[in-house]
């Protein structure tokens, strides 16, 4: 078996070459990564600018007087404010008044401005109540005192909370609102990460099923050519069909996953460089992507977003492509005239189809028992297994068995695609049958 793939690293070499040497290859793929960083980018920015049609019109108030029987510490409503992001107040002056009654304070501000109104704090049984009064005479209409009572009341909360001795950092972190959410117990409570888990699946195998349908047709083609020339008796007195077979699917698989990864790496500079340049622009931005990534990192899953899990996903990747390539190339060695590939490609296109659409509708139906089971066959692993790596729906150890069983129906696909590629020789612009395909392979066992 050994001496039967010998050679097959000088056909990955020649076939490798010959993939990548011609201008089309390098300018498609610059282009493309170009093309990609920018519109990262470019997303970035847009999606950073603050929208000009949701920016609120300045408040008409002008002056707040502000009377505070709390007993606490007066609270700096003006600085406050401005941080909680309410520029529409950022005109407002806001003016302390002590050792005054109500109705002395709410005079005062009507005598100062048609525009101003006076806000009163009290403390009652350990409870504050903060009212507003429209004097007399205002232009000033409910819906004003009441839309600048909110953001108020915000300071106020966060001058109690600063009272109480927190830093900066642990008054964000107690201002953050709660999620709450119920579930069985040993689930996972948040809704958020059930999302992501569902999501981020779908999407991946969304891609992979374009790359292994671009790039499937390829190696199906590759496979095929010399198969349907006189070059085929010529090649193989050099070396063994399971050699051919093998290294024209590992330069094929070799050149579009390079490919693949540096469009992958001209994303990744694109969504972070935009994120920075977008950040530099609007600060305070983030990119939500780049906050799901880090959410990822800190709430799903023991193994999630960890380098282990994320070497073993890569690997399974790699093989799931390699599986595909494989059948692709297999069904190339049915070929025996011309006119017999766009139909041997049709039929690893259409394996590839059912394959992504049986991973694809079990997780948007809830059937948790079919998604369990395709992460054991090798059609639908590529397509779920490395990003449950990721997000920590499974384990390392789960990893590992998807990787061997991988692999054996790799080689298995190999050993069978070279006996075919070999014994259809024989039947070379004949018609493609059944009868024809139990010929060759009674013939070989």
Not at 38 to 52: H, R
Not at 208 to 216: A, D, K, N, P, Q
Not at 315 to 326: A, T
Request: charged share 15%; net charge neutral; glycine share 8%.
């Amino acid at each position: 078996m050994k001496d039967n793939f010998r050679g097959w690293n000088s056909v990955y070499a020649f076939t490798f070459r010959q993939s990548t040497k011609g201008a089309g290859f390098k300018i498609v793929t610059t282009l493309v990564a170009m093309l990609i960083m920018a519109a990262f980018i470019a997303i970035n920015i847009f999606v950073a600018k603050p929208d000009e049609g949701s920016k609120k019109e300045p408040s008409p108030i002008k002056y707040v007087y502000v009377l505070d029987n709390s007993g606490l510490q007066p609270t700096n409503y003006k600085e406050t404010i401005l941080q909680l992001g309410e520029e529409q107040f950022k005109d407002v002056e806001f003016i302390a008044e002590s050792g005054k009654s109500a109705e002395e304070v709410v005079k005062a501000a009507g005598a100062k401005s048609t525009a101003a109104i006076a806000v009163v704090l009290t403390a009652e049984g350990g409870n504050y109540q903060m009212t507003a009064y429209i004097p007399d005479g205002s232009e000033l209409k409910k819906k004003h005192a009441e839309a600048i009572l909110e953001p108020m009341t915000s300071a106020f909360e966060s001058n109690k909370l600063m009272q109480v001795g927190l830093s900066q950092e642990q008054l964000m972190s107690v201002l953050k609102p709660s999620v709450v959410s119920f579930s069985k117990v040993g689930e996972n409570t948040n809704e958020i990460t059930q999302v992501i888990k569902m999501l981020v699946p779908m999407l991946f195998s969304f891609m992979l099923f374009f790359i292994l349908l671009v790039y499937g047709q390829d190696i199906s083609k590759s496979v095929s050519t010399e198969k349907t020339s006189k070059l085929v008796e010529t090649l193989l007195t050099s070396v063994h069909p399971y050699a051919l077979i093998t290294g024209k699917v590992l330069a094929i698989t070799s050149m579009a996953l390079m490919q693949f990864a540096i469009w992958i790496a001209a994303g990744i500079m694109g969504l972070y460089g935009g994120n920075a340049i977008a950040g530099s622009m609007y600060p305070g931005y983030e990119n939500p992507v780049i906050t799901i990534i880090n959410f990822l990192k800190d709430n799903i899953g023991e193994t999630a977003m960890s380098l282990p899990a994320v070497i073993m996903a890569i690997i399974v990747f790699f093989l799931g492509v390699l599986f595909f390539s494989v059948i692709s190339a297999l069904t190339g060695c049915f070929v025996s005239k011309p006119e017999d590939v766009a139909y041997t490609q049709a039929v690893s296109t259409y394996l590839i189809m059912f394959s992504w659409l049986f991973t694809y509708f079990p997780p948007l139906m809830g059937k948790e028992g079919i998604v369990k089971v395709t992460r054991f066959i090798p059609f639908t692993i590529p397509f779920n297994v490395p990003v449950d790596l990721i997000t920590g729906n499974i384990g390392l150890g789960h990893g590992i068995v998807s990787i061997a069983i991988l692999l054996v129906f790799c080689l298995l696909i190999v050993v069978l695609g070279g006996r075919i590629y070999k014994g259809f020789i024989l039947y070379n612009g004949e018609k493609l049958s059944l009868k024809m395909i139990g010929n060759v392979l009674k013939a070989h066992k």
